[in-house]
């Protein structure tokens, strides 16, 4: 009965150990999820600053036709350009960021990975240790039993 409980605490102790993990790698799920939601709604804004760059396009294009008439308004455009390139610059800046950011986090993801599969093993070679220290016990407390047996049959010695 001793072996037992040592095995059921060995795996409950295991258990915890991978509980641990397993929790860890759910939460590493969950923020590289929000991160995927976030991107999806940096494309969606992206997509839309780039629908506002065709439209400002498509104004250029007629201001040139007038430049001679309001060549004020066109640098007034240029300007504004210029101020959406620097916040293009910008989230492009912080694209580049959060790839590096999700790419840092999957290298982890990696290795936590290996760190399992280690884990695992070693957890295998004390199972099958612990498994056969229980046979081995096993076997002795029977062959113990069979001497015993044996020398309750004997005749006991003869005093002298």
Do not use: F, Y
């Not at 939460?27 to 939601?37: I, K, P």
């Not at 790839?99 to 004390?126: C, H, N, V, W």
């Amino acid at each position: 009965m001793r072996n037992e409980e040592i095995l059921a605490a060995i795996k409950d102790l295991m258990e915890q150990k991978l509980g641990g993990l397993e929790q860890k790698l759910e939460n590493l799920d969950h923020r590289v999820a929000g991160l995927e939601q976030k991107l999806e709604n940096l494309d969606h804004r992206v997509a839309g600053l780039e629908q506002k760059l065709e439209n400002l396009d498509h104004r250029v294009a007629g201001l040139e036709r007038e430049v001679k008439r309001q060549g004020e308004v066109l640098v007034s455009l240029c300007d504004r350009m210029d101020h959406m390139e620097k916040r293009m610059d910008r989230m492009e800046k912080r694209m580049d960021r959060a790839e590096s950011r999700i790419s840092a986090l999957q290298a982890g993801q990696i290795d936590i990975r290996k760190d399992i599969r280690i884990i695992s093993e070693k957890l295998d070679m004390a199972h099958d240790t612990a498994v056969e220290c229980w046979g081995q016990n096993v076997e002795s407390q029977k062959r113990i039993e069979l001497l015993e047996k044996k020398t309750q049959h004997l005749p006991e010695p003869k005093a002298g």
